[in-house]
């Protein structure tokens, strides 16, 4: 199973609140956590990126805490 897919399984199987929207796109090398939708801006109030091989934890509503690290984006590439 390659990253994608692991992480695809994991979200589905996660109540995520509206408004929070994580994203690990191969190649960037980090994770970017987007909180507090803006819908007349049509932006977030607040984007966290955090390098692979660091903990990303999100900051709000039921998945308040859930931390993704090394173990899922695996450590620091380049």
């Known amino acids: 199973m390659d990253l994608d897919q692991a992480l ?3 979200w589905k199987s996660m109540d995520v609140p509206q408004g929070i929207h994580v994203e690990i796109i191969e190649g960037f090398d980090a994770v970017t956590v987007l909180t507090g ?6 932006a977030y109030a607040t984007s966290t990126r955090v390098p692979y091989g660091k903990e990303a934890v999100i900051p709000e509503g039921p998945a ?8 899922i984006t695996g ?3 380049g």
């Open 8 to 10: 695809w399984e994991m």
């Open 37 to 42: 939708p803006d819908p007349e801006r049509r």
């Open 64 to 71: 308040k805490g859930f931390v993704i690290g090394p173990e």
């Open 75 to 77: 450590e620091r590439r």
